[in-house]
């Protein structure tokens, strides 16, 4: 038991994970799924394990880059609960704005065609940008062009 203490700590001193992301990283080094969940346990107890901290600290990495769609879809791929990631999210800022900025770096001029247009929108999508944020800023941006 001590080793896989000792061994999750050096994970934890890396970085944050999530409880079911430190799970799966040290399964095949403990004895037991029990003394596995008694060391997460212990490590959620004394404050150095917690899904929102881990969360939040994942959300403000990755907002610069990447919409609520995508953030959601990360945190609960590695075990964050809803709640937790309901926390989160309003740490990375304005998701228009950021869908913007995102806009802005990658192309920074309207699009030409319908075609364009559309793939830039896919593009935003992709990066998990919703709907309404998307429409925004394609609309700031056409009246950026008017004036």
């Not at 929102?52 to 959300?59: C, D, I, K, P, T």
């Not at 403000?60 to 989160?88: C, M, P, W």
Request: aromatic letters at 4%; glycine letters at 6%.
């Amino acid at each position: 038991m001590p080793d896989l203490r000792v061994r999750a700590l050096q994970l934890l001193t890396r970085r944050d994970h999530s409880r079911a992301e430190l799970k799966s990283k040290l399964a095949g080094e403990a004895e037991s799924a029990e003394q596995l969940d008694a060391v997460l346990d212990t490590l959620e107890t004394e404050r150095l394990l917690c899904d929102q901290r881990y969360a939040s600290q994942r959300v403000i990495a990755r907002a610069r880059r990447y919409g609520n769609g995508r953030l959601k879809q990360e945190l609960r791929h590695n075990g964050v609960s809803d709640e937790d990631i309901a926390v989160a999210l309003p740490e990375g800022g304005d998701e228009t704005e950021r869908c913007q900025m995102v806009w802005s770096r990658k192309f920074g001029e309207l699009p030409k065609t319908p075609e364009e247009r559309a793939k830039q929108m896919r593009f935003l999508q992709y990066r998990g940008f919703s709907g309404e944020a998307i429409r925004q800023t394609m609309r700031r941006a056409m009246r950026g062009a008017e004036e």
